[in-house]
């Protein structure tokens, strides 16, 4: 980033407010964004917190936004109050070292919002190593991401990062390479933060919770990172109470999530299928979630750097091959601009919602998808998909709720209670 092209920065007020273990109201106000003297890539971000509740913890996510070219700027190099931690009402300054984030870029016009939430943290961990006897799963709050070279963070731990509420335009533009019918463009507003897995469920978190492992890649060197396959939206919410979504959010107690709710108290769950693609999107309006579109449906090397998918793994292997077929390492390619993982390929991924095949263009706000289909929604591709099928808007492959495949997994969410 050069030095001089940075000058103006525009700031932002907050985005949206969650209330987790009070009623306490929260909001950022005078948020002020401005680079250092001589414009250097060192960007102080001063803000004030409001809460009617003087001792609240709260936790300030910034979010960049490239105006010009409406793509979201990842903001992991920051200092400064409420950048590890919580703070307390009252004027505060982050400090973000921009050229550490983001040195490709030379625009002058960014855009800084920041989303003040109480009663939770940018991160949420649930410590899965006691296994599938354990009463319990001790959880807890991060204000820092995993450390990536521990795999801790892909096996015992499962870690989830805060999705801000937000509008976004869900589906494809009418001229985007390789979009079909049921991708039309339409706004969608979520009007509640959530928390979503950084990393598709892995065969050895599965493990821990199960005591089962169903996948095919099960190679003794690499299996734990994985990604769990070859399960079912049955097996992860049941076919009784869990078969009834959107009636409600219940789900049948021997379900995967059956084990994870009662052993943490909270409400994981699949993510729907907009909380997904905004998530996948993270602030993005290409084809791909690194600001790219394809340049062809069926091999492209845009979407290599961030997925695993039929035109970068071998053509042949079984079993017992290692990574160069099928299935990659969880976090293996590069994430989007929020820190999620492998949202381009891998595996299938199930969402909550039964399929409709025309969502429409009228604005929305969190929709629940079809009252009445009896295939389920599945997002993002795989290790044994085209480059089309792996597109944030691609939705076109919906499955029976019983199906498991080599070519199917999923990623926790966590709805936040109302």
Same mark, same amino acid.
């Given at each position: 980033?050069?030095?001089?092209?940075?000058?103006?920065?525009?700031?932002?007020?907050?985005?949206?407010?969650?209330?987790?273990?009070?009623?306490?109201?929260?909001?950022?106000?005078?948020?002020?964004?401005?680079? *250092?003297?001589?414009?250097?890539?060192?960007?102080?971000?001063?803000?004030?917190?409001?809460?009617?509740?003087? &001792?609240?913890?709260?936790?300030? #996510?910034?979010?960049?936004?490239?105006?010009? *070219?409406?793509?979201?700027?990842?903001?992991?190099?920051?200092?400064?109050?409420?950048?590890?931690?919580?703070?307390?009402?009252?004027?505060?300054?982050?400090?973000?070292?921009?050229?550490?984030?983001?040195?490709?870029?030379?625009?002058?016009?960014?855009?800084?919002?920041?989303?003040?939430?109480?009663?939770?943290?940018?991160?949420?961990?649930?410590?899965?190593?006691?296994?599938?006897?354990?009463?319990?799963?001790?959880?807890?709050? /991060?204000?820092?991401?995993?450390?990536?070279?521990?795999?801790? @963070?892909?096996?015992?731990?499962?870690?989830?990062?805060?999705?801000?509420?937000?509008?976004?335009?869900?589906? /494809?533009?009418?001229?985007?390479?390789?979009?079909?019918?049921?991708?039309?463009?339409?706004?969608?507003?979520?009007?509640?933060?959530?928390? +979503?897995?950084?990393?598709? #469920?892995?065969?050895?978190?599965?493990?821990?919770?199960?005591?089962?492992?169903?996948?095919?890649?099960?190679?003794?060197? #690499?299996?734990?990172?994985?990604?769990?396959?070859?399960?079912?939206?049955?097996?992860?919410?049941?076919?009784?109470?869990?078969?009834?979504?959107?009636?409600?959010?219940?789900?049948?107690? &021997?379900?995967?999530?059956?084990? +994870?709710?009662?052993?943490?108290?909270?409400?994981?769950?699949?993510?729907?299928?907009?909380?997904?693609?905004?998530? @996948?999107?993270?602030?993005?309006?290409?084809?791909?979630?690194?600001?790219?579109?394809?340049?062809?449906?069926?091999? #492209?090397?845009?979407? /290599?750097?961030?997925?695993?998918?039929?035109?970068? *793994?071998?053509?042949?292997?079984?079993?017992?091959?290692?990574?160069?077929?099928?299935?990659?390492?969880?976090?293996? @390619? +590069?994430?989007?601009?929020?820190?999620?993982?492998?949202?381009?390929?891998?595996?299938?991924?199930?969402? +909550?919602? *039964?399929?409709?095949?025309?969502?429409?263009?009228?604005?929305?706000?969190?929709?629940?998808?079809?009252?009445?289909? /009896?295939?389920?929604?599945?997002?993002?591709?795989?290790?044994?998909?085209?480059?089309?099928?792996?597109?944030?808007?691609?939705?076109?492959?919906?499955?029976?709720?019983?199906?498991?495949?080599?070519?199917?997994?999923?990623?926790?969410?966590?709805?936040?209670?109302?």
């Amino acid at each position: 980033m050069t030095l001089k092209r940075m000058k103006h920065w525009l700031g932002m007020l907050a985005l949206a407010t969650w209330a987790a273990t009070s009623a306490a109201e929260v909001s950022v106000t005078n948020v002020v964004v401005h680079q *250092r003297y001589p414009w250097n890539g060192m960007v102080d971000i001063d803000y004030e917190v409001v809460a009617d509740d003087p &001792e609240a913890d709260v936790w300030v #996510c910034p979010n960049g936004v490239d105006a010009d *070219r409406g793509t979201m700027i990842p903001m992991l190099a920051l200092s400064g109050d409420g950048a590890n931690g919580a703070v307390k009402p009252g004027t505060h300054r982050m400090t973000w070292n921009a050229d550490a984030d983001a040195p490709e870029y030379h625009t002058r016009n960014f855009q800084v919002s920041m989303t003040a939430v109480v009663g939770a943290s940018l991160y949420l961990v649930v410590d899965l190593s006691g296994g599938p006897e354990a009463e319990s799963y001790p959880v807890r709050h /991060s204000g820092t991401g995993p450390d990536l070279a521990d795999d801790g @963070c892909r096996t015992t731990n499962l870690w989830l990062r805060l999705v801000p509420p937000g509008t976004f335009t869900m589906g /494809s533009p009418t001229n985007e390479l390789g979009r079909l019918s049921d991708e039309k463009e339409h706004e969608v507003t979520l009007s509640e933060p959530f928390y +979503l897995a950084i990393f598709e #469920c892995t065969q050895k978190q599965y493990e821990l919770v199960m005591g089962t492992n169903p996948s095919y890649f099960t190679n003794a060197t #690499c299996y734990a990172t994985r990604p769990v396959e070859k399960v079912s939206y049955n097996s992860l919410r049941g076919t009784l109470a869990g078969a009834n979504w959107p009636a409600h959010r219940q789900v049948d107690e &021997e379900s995967f999530f059956g084990k +994870l709710r009662s052993r943490t108290a909270l409400e994981f769950d699949l993510p729907t299928e907009a909380q997904w693609e905004y998530a @996948c999107r993270a602030g993005t309006t290409t084809a791909l979630n690194n600001g790219m579109n394809l340049t062809a449906t069926n091999n #492209c090397t845009n979407l /290599s750097a961030v997925g695993r998918y039929q035109g970068n *793994r071998s053509s042949s292997g079984s079993a017992s091959s290692t990574t160069d077929y099928g299935t990659a390492e969880v976090g293996s @390619c +590069l994430p989007n601009a929020w820190g999620f993982y492998d949202m381009h390929g891998n595996v299938w991924e199930w969402c +909550l919602d *039964r399929y409709a095949s025309n969502l429409g263009t009228a604005a929305v706000t969190d929709p629940e998808g079809a009252s009445s289909n /009896s295939n389920r929604v599945r997002r993002g591709g795989s290790w044994a998909s085209d480059a089309q099928a792996c597109r944030s808007a691609y939705r076109n492959d919906p499955k029976s709720p019983s199906t498991a495949n080599t070519s199917t997994g999923f990623r926790p969410a966590l709805a936040l209670p109302r």
